[in-house]
């Protein structure tokens, strides 16, 4: 027999591979069946997440192959808290917030909706005069929060 060699293919963590094999170039006769390897499977590291808070994004739990890289659960990103208080949006509370809220009140300029939130200091339904009012205590360090 004048002998082929077909390679040997490793399998990885998502494709099988194969055995040597070997053939007769002249009959075609087969001299070593090449037999199919399973495939690895990927080996799996958790990827910690963390929580939001007022400063910075968070992150959910994910994975990912330590063989291969593969990101097996992708992580999802948790946006930042609302700094309730915060109604302008500035980063601080001060007392543009309590203006904020005023004018918001008095309808000469409206609170824009994702910074509702952030204005409903006593955590009852709806913006009001006492969210103002609130804010003014935590600013007096009256209160400590909301």
Known sequence: HTEVVYSA???????TGFTEGKHCSVCDKVLVEQTVV???GHTEV???G?????????LTDGSHCSVCDKVLV????????PLI??????????????????????EIEKIPAERLVNADTDGKEGITIM????????????IEGF
């Open 74 to 81: 992708e992580q999802v990103v948790i946006p930042k808290l």
């Open 9 to 15: 293919v490793a399998p990885d963590c998502e494709n």
């Open 50 to 58: 963390y929580e939001a808070t007022t400063e910075k994004e968070g």
């Open 131 to 142: 969210d103002a009012t609130m804010i003014q205590l935590f600013l007096a360090h009256i």
């Open 38 to 40: 399973d495939a690895l």
């Open 85 to 106: 208080g915060d109604v302008d949006g500035n980063g601080e509370i001060n007392i543009m917030d309590v203006t904020a809220i005023q004018f918001h009140l008095a």
């Open 46 to 48: 958790v990827d910690k």
